[in-house]
């Protein structure tokens, strides 16, 4: 039976379907088969009430709809037979268009009154319908970040590397590879769980109790017990614990920007709502789950609780939001493919080539297993890990966390970084910026002692005489203001004034207030004493009452018949009410919110005393800050709840596009675009208006479908899931717990400035370590040409398994360290963010790597030739070639500092001077009796060292004459 219940409006109707009741496929079917309807406009079916929602176009009328909806209930023929009385208990909530229903509706849907649930009905719904908690945000155990550690490709190959050697009998070989692993792995896990229990200290807590109405009477129960149907008892000061439409409000204003991004409070009403999808900010009659109370009071019947809220489902996309690589794991691993494929032919060939030649299977399998090893860069992952580390350390001096080791290269890799303005930008809180009185205009700048004139005092002690705020003192005589953010600006105006705002409400007790209503957007309050008295702050008491006025300008103006002249009252003309109203329009046009403050005698007209204007204020240092990053190549994006004129004209003051044309975008103009449009929008636009959590996920994701590396900074809960899919999310250290928990970086003091240092460090690191791979691979290269052309060419084994290995670790760690230790380059901030898909090491890289390892093998080739010649093949020739190899590679170093000649003056590096010196030294120290023997070394004459320094020294002057021709970059 299909039952119509009313008209909500022309147009729209609702029906009760007896069948439709806890049935989710008939919901399905009704839902689909009507919107294929023509007049039909949209349907919203509601399986817990059993009702549907339909909305079509004026040429129907209301009885052919329900002829419809009937119609297609009946052809409606379940594959699968529903008990409906079987159900299980925890049914899901459905949310529904509350805003668009009236007040008795919502009750009865919800089966409550406006005085509440009696326990009995509300314990049923607990069973129900669940806690009303939302669940925990996955973090990573101490397991997991250990686990992490080992998820490379170039760990991965050095675990290969030792298995191998394990297996030819290399046991000594396998236990330092597999050391170096572990040193690795511990840099890492060390510095990134220190970073996850700092963030985890800075994690807030629910408020356990929330007032509600239970069996007529207002009770503090657990937040984690609240259910629909319950009747919400909203204060100022208190967090809402639950999604609610209001029934009841008095002055209700609430602070939404965590969820939505709107800086300023909602005023709240309790009128239907009849225009269809209708945003978050814009729906005046609900109250939502986290959002602040700040002023005024009312009573809200709950509809939806735990991860059924609006919270609940953007946490619920938080979880679904993958987590995007960082550019240099990905290029990390590039290297070690191609290392893979390098190192794989090359053995394949020496192993082909000794054993045509007639070596031994088995010792040919060991040359190849050590050539293996050889090509494996011991040291990358652990001069990654740690340079990564210690950038860490030093951004922690800067009151910066970081969650991962890439977090801070992958910063300095951006493109595009999305900035949220309240909370990120601004502060998130009022502060009074302009005031007009008497056609003068003061800009404050937060120190108003400097005012002295008599009007601007008086309109400056009548916007606090006119206010609700709550001011006390603590016990270091400090002022505690609480109330609304725009009643504690003025209060803090005052202040910053030298008033003293205690004595001044003493001296002028407060008789009664009229607050704003909806058809009068001011507030009134009745004070006693003379306010014609304020400027002097007259000591004598007075028992007059007079007002004290503030609001709506054109409201306020209307009341007014006076304005104040040099202190004196003359009367109101009509130009000088137009000049008022063309300043009012002004201060409204630079998005400031514009109050009109009067005051008089209870029996006469109000005297005019001026305008304030108020802005949530940009944060100190954003503006130069966002010619920082468009002097280093970076696009700044602004992505703001706030209404377009607001967020254009932060968007101007801040010179957000790198051309002076500011692009703006609605987020009404998203509606019907496809994704390829989208992607091709968000890469032109600077400024985007009245965004919810969804679309700064779509932003996000639309940057990087066109390639773009994005950061995405913000604060609140509405950030969390594009902070969580951009390759760097940024949040404040202040901002909500969901927002740092998928953060990568952390701003422990709320200072957006620090980005750019975090930018430059992250392209510093990720030049140096392309600095240390160069020169990693071209070492490395270096010893296969070596082992390949002697090998292949008969002349024996120039270098063992273990002087191979020795090799690695004397030259690969400590001097690649020290070069990713090298200070950062003059114009690092000067040039544009690399492009995500360079490789680490491009093509041209190889051909001078290629060039630079045939030098040091030639070089090396000659010297032990040298030593072949006198003294044959064995333990003499060996140790003259180990040394000529070792000591090149050293002094290759020098070389991969900088593109240009290392005789240029640039800046000294004492950690390489320090890593050459104790390389060199170690490698002498091998030679003395009793430690040769282990590498089968043996002892060297003068002729022998002499051969060995040329050999060592001829690379690096030959590639540092050849620089300038190969225009190589480092």
Same mark, same amino acid.
């Given at each position: ?624 800050? +966002?010619? %920082?990053?468009? $002097? !280093?190549?970076?696009?700044? #994006?602004?992505? @703001? =709840? /706030?209404?377009?004129?607001? *967020?254009? &004209? ?48 779509? +932003?996000? %994701?639309?940057? $990087? !479908?066109?390639?773009?590396? #994005?950061?995405? @900074? =913000? /604060?609140?809960?509405?950030? *969390?899931? &594009? ?54 691979? !071209?070492?490395?290269?270096?010893e296969i040409i070596v082992m390949a052309i002697a090998t292949a060419g008969g002349f024996g084994q120039p270098l063992n398994a273990l002087q191979l290995l020795w090799l690695n670790l004397v030259t690969d760690i400590f001097p690649a360290l020290a070069l990713a230790l090298e200070p950062a380059e003059p114009d690092v901030l000067q040039t544009p963010p690399r492009s995500p898909d360079e490789s680490i090491i491009k093509a041209s890289d190889f051909q001078r790597i290629l060039f630079e390892s045939t030098i040091l093998s030639g070089s090396t080739l000659a010297a032990y030739a040298y030593g072949v010649t006198r003294y044959g093949i064995g333990l003499r020739a060996s140790t003259i070639a180990f040394m000529s190899l070792t000591l090149g590679q050293l002094l290759h170093a020098l070389s991969c500092r900088t593109e240009r000649s290392i005789i240029e003056n640039i800046p000294a590096n004492q950690y390489l001077n320090l890593a050459l010196a104790g390389s060199m030294t170690l490698q002498f120290v091998v030679l003395a009796p009793g430690l040769r023997d282990l590498l089968k070394l043996a002892p060297l004459d003068g002729w022998d060292l002499i051969v060995i320094a040329g050999s060592a020294l001829f690379p690096l002057v030959v590639n540092e004459s050849t620089k300038q021709f190969h225009g190589t970059q480092l």
């Amino acid at each position: 039976m299909i039952q119509a219940i009313h008209n909500v409006v022309p147009g729209r109707a609702r029906y009760r379907v007896e069948k439709l009741y806890r049935c989710k496929e008939l919901k399905e079917h009704l839902e689909f088969h009507l919107s294929q309807q023509l007049g039909i406009i949209s349907t919203s079916a509601n399986i817990l009430t059993g009702n549907i929602l339909v909305l079509f176009e004026l040429n129907l009328s209301t009885d052919r709809v329900k002829e419809l909806v009937a119609e297609i209930e009946q052809n409606y023929s379940p594959k699968i037979a529903v008990n409906h009385q079987k159900l299980n208990s925890n049914l899901q909530q459905k949310s529904d268009d509350w805003y668009a229903l009236d007040i008795d509706t919502v009750l009865a849907e919800l089966q409550t009154s406006d005085t509440g649930l009696t326990q009995v009905v509300a314990h049923k719904n607990l069973q129900k319908y669940g806690t009303n908690t939302l669940p925990e945000t996955a973090t990573r155990s101490e397991l997991r970040i250990l686990l992490e550690q080992f998820q490379s490709l170039p760990v991965g190959l050095l675990c290969i590397a030792a298995g191998l050697s394990v297996a030819t009998g290399g046991l000594a070989d396998a236990a330092v590879i597999m050391g170096v692993v572990g040193i690795n792995a511990a840099i890492g896990y060390i510095t990134e769980s220190q970073s996850e229990k700092i963030i985890h200290s800075l994690k807030s807590r629910d408020r356990p109790l929330t007032s509600v109405l239970r069996d007529r009477q207002i009770v503090e129960i657990n937040t984690a017990e609240i259910v629909p149907g319950d009747i919400l008892v909203l204060k100022a000061g208190n967090y809402v614990a639950a999604d609610a439409r209001l029934i009841a409000t008095e002055n209700l204003s609430i602070d939404e920007s965590a969820l939505t991004g709107e800086s300023l409070p909602v005023s709240k009403s309790t009128a239907s709502l009849i225009a269809a999808d209708i945003s978050l900010g814009d729906r005046i009659n609900m109250a939502y789950k986290g959002t602040l109370v700040l002023g005024g009071q009312g009573l809200g019947v709950v509809v939806a609780t735990g991860k059924f809220t609006e919270i609940g489902k953007i946490q619920a996309m938080i979880s679904q939001t993958p987590v995007q690589t960082t550019p240099l794991a990905r290029q990390l691993d590039e290297v070690g493919s191609q290392l893979v494929m390098l190192a794989s032919g090359v053995c394949t060939l020496v192993f082909a080539a000794g054993w045509l030649r007639g070596y031994g299977l088995l010792q040919m399998l060991k040359t190849s297993i050590s050539l293996a090893v050889a090509a494996v860069p011991e040291g990358l992952p652990t001069i990654a890990t740690t340079i990564l580390a210690l950038g860490i350390q030093d951004m922690r001096k800067h009151k910066v966390l970081v969650r991962s080791l890439n977090a801070v290269e992958a910063l300095g890799a951006v493109q595009k970084i999305c900035l949220d303005k309240t909370g990120t930008i601004t502060k998130n809180q009022m502060s009074v910026v302009e005031i007009h009185t008497d056609t003068k205009l003061s800009l404050v700048d937060g120190d108003l002692n400097i005012i002295a004139d008599a009007c601007t005092l008086k309109l400056i002690q009548v916007a606090v005489l006119c206010n609700e705020s709550v001011v006390t003192r603590d016990c270091h005589g400090e002022y505690v203001v609480t109330g609304s953010a725009t009643e504690n600006a003025l209060v803090y105006m005052a202040i910053a004034a030298g008033i003293d705002v205690l004595a001044l409400r003493e001296q002028y007790p407060l008789v009664d207030t009229k607050p704003r209503a909806e058809n009068r957007n001011y507030m009134r309050m009745l004070r006693r004493g003379s306010l014609d008295a304020l400027s002097s702050v007259s000591t004598q008491h007075q028992h007059q009452q007079h007002f004290a006025v503030k609001g709506s300008p054109g409201e306020v103006l209307d009341l007014c018949h006076w304005r104040l002249n040099d202190g004196a009252r003359v009367p109101l003309t009509a130009a000088e009410r137009l000049a008022i109203a063309l300043e009012n329009d002004r201060m409204a046009g630079k998005a400031l919110r514009v109050l009109g403050v009067a005051y008089g005698y209870e029996s006469t007209e109000l005297v005019w005393l001026g305008l304030i204007g108020m802005a949530d204020p940009v944060r100190h240092g954003v503006k130069n800050l +966002i010619g %920082q990053f468009h $002097q !280093a190549g970076i696009d700044t #994006v602004m992505i @703001t =709840g /706030d209404q377009t004129p607001t *967020a254009y &004209a932060i968007g101007k003051e801040l010179q957000l596009s790198r051309n002076d044309q500011i692009q703006i975008l609605d987020a009404q103009d998203l509606v019907n675009v496809d994704r390829e449009a989208l992607q091709a929008l968000c890469d032109k636009v600077d400024i985007f208006a009245r965004i919810s959590p969804v679309n700064k996920l779509q +932003i996000v %994701q639309a940057l $990087q !479908a066109v390639g773009k590396v #994005v950061a995405m @900074t =913000g /604060d609140g809960i509405n950030d *969390a899931p &594009a902070l969580k899919s951009a390759n760097v999310g940024v949040a404040m250290g202040t901002g909500t717990d969901a927002a740092r928990e998928v953060a990568d970086i952390i701003l422990e003091d709320n200072n957006l400035a620090t980005m750019i240092v975090a930018v430059s460090q992250g392209r510093t690191i990720y030049n140096n370590i392309r600095k240390a791979v160069h020169f990693l691979l !071209a070492t490395n290269l270096s010893e296969i040409i070596v082992m390949a052309i002697a090998t292949a060419g008969g002349f024996g084994q120039p270098l063992n398994a273990l002087q191979l290995l020795w090799l690695n670790l004397v030259t690969d760690i400590f001097p690649a360290l020290a070069l990713a230790l090298e200070p950062a380059e003059p114009d690092v901030l000067q040039t544009p963010p690399r492009s995500p898909d360079e490789s680490i090491i491009k093509a041209s890289d190889f051909q001078r790597i290629l060039f630079e390892s045939t030098i040091l093998s030639g070089s090396t080739l000659a010297a032990y030739a040298y030593g072949v010649t006198r003294y044959g093949i064995g333990l003499r020739a060996s140790t003259i070639a180990f040394m000529s190899l070792t000591l090149g590679q050293l002094l290759h170093a020098l070389s991969c500092r900088t593109e240009r000649s290392i005789i240029e003056n640039i800046p000294a590096n004492q950690y390489l001077n320090l890593a050459l010196a104790g390389s060199m030294t170690l490698q002498f120290v091998v030679l003395a009796p009793g430690l040769r023997d282990l590498l089968k070394l043996a002892p060297l004459d003068g002729w022998d060292l002499i051969v060995i320094a040329g050999s060592a020294l001829f690379p690096l002057v030959v590639n540092e004459s050849t620089k300038q021709f190969h225009g190589t970059q480092l």
